[in-house]
């Protein structure tokens, strides 16, 4: 019984480095007009549920649409050209959160704060490294770095470089 007690206690500290791993491990980046990046994070301090998000969705204006609590604190949902942008002002530092959803229809949040931080340089590279399918892998810093093209930018998949 001992063994089995240390091998799920294994498999729970595995899982939980993989998701610790995992943080923040994609970007969207998008070229600002006149030059520049949006870079957007997987990760971020605001949490909103898919129904919150949903909702901010459905009343979403150009010009903002009505205020609504949130489990993030109040929020506001704006019609932009990029997509539903979401403004969190009571938010520490993850005050702005981009509604994005996948081929199937669900809810993806792009967070403006995240923990990945790289420069404009590099930000530069992977950007001019994408391709539809995904560009060629670059290195950057101690992270391998993978860019595809989509419809609102460019997603760079991010890994760490194995230690030898």
Wanted: with cysteine.
């Amino acid at each position: 019984m001992d063994g089995l007690v240390r091998a799920l206690a294994f498999i729970v500290a595995l899982t939980l480095a993989s998701v610790a791993g995992a943080a923040d491990n994609v970007l969207l980046i998008q070229l600002r007009t006149g030059g520049g990046f949006t870079v957007w994070h997987t990760e971020g301090e605001s949490q909103l549920s898919d129904e919150e998000a949903m909702e901010l969705e459905a009343t979403a204006k150009p010009s903002g649409g009505a205020e609504m609590q949130t489990g993030a604190g109040p929020a506001r949902a704006y019609e932009t050209p990029d997509g539903v942008m979401i403004r969190l002002p009571a938010a520490r530092t993850d005050k702005t959160l981009l509604l994005d959803r996948d081929n199937c229809g669900h809810i993806r949040l792009w967070h403006g704060s995240g923990t990945t931080a790289l420069s404009d340089d590099q930000i530069a590279d992977v950007f001019m490294s994408a391709l539809p399918g995904g560009g060629k892998r670059l290195t950057v810093g101690d992270m391998h770095v993978k860019a595809f093209i989509t419809p609102l930018g460019v997603t760079a998949t991010l890994w760490k470089v194995p230690t030898k």
